[in-house]
C-alpha cells in the first residue's frame, strides 16, 4: 500500500461503518427489514475488502477484489427482491444494499468525499418519498419500498 498507516486503515473502516449504519438507521427506521447492523455490515465488509485488495496492489490488480465487490452484493440484493404477482417488492432495499456496498469501497480507495457524499445521497433518496410535497408531486401517497 501506499504508506497508509494501521491508524488510517482503522479509520477507514470506521468510516464506513458508520455511513453504512447511517443508511440502515433511515431503512430500519422506517421500513421492516435489513437496518443498521445489515448495512453496517455491507459497508465494513466492503471496505476491507478494498483494503485488502489494495495491500495486494503491488503483486495484483487491485480493481479485481472490488469488482467481486460489486458481483457479490448484486447477487446478494437480488434476493432481496420478491415478485407478489404483478407487482414486484425489495427493489429499494436490493439497489441501496449495492449502493452501500459503493460507499464502504470509496472509503477503502480513500475517496473520503465521495463515500460521505454517496452515503448522504442514498439516505436522501430513500427519506424523500416520505415527504408531503414530494408525495403531493409524485403522485404516492403511501411510501413503498
Known sequence: MHHVSELELIIRVLIATILGSLIGW????????????????????????????????????PTRIAAQVVTGIGF??????????????????????????????????GMYTIGFVT?????LLLFLPRLDWWQ????????ED
Open 26 to 61: 433511515e431503512r430500519e427506521h422506517h421500513v421492516r427489514g435489513a437496518g443498521i447492523r445489515t448495512f453496517g455490515a455491507i459497508s465494513l465488509g466492503s471496505c476491507v475488502f478494498g483494503l485488502v485488495s489494495l495491500h495486494f496492489a503491488s503483486h495484483a490488480d
Open 76 to 109: 446478494i440484493g437480488a434476493g432481496v427482491i420478491f415478485r407478489q404477482g404483478a407487482s414486484v417488492g425489495g427493489l429499494t432495499s436490493a439497489a441501496t444494499i449495492w449502493a452501500t456496498a459503493a460507499v464502504g469501497l470509496a472509503v477503502s480507495f
Open 119 to 123: 452515503a448522504i445521497l442514498i439516505f
Open 136 to 143: 403531493k408531486i409524485s403522485g404516492k401517497r403511501k411510501y
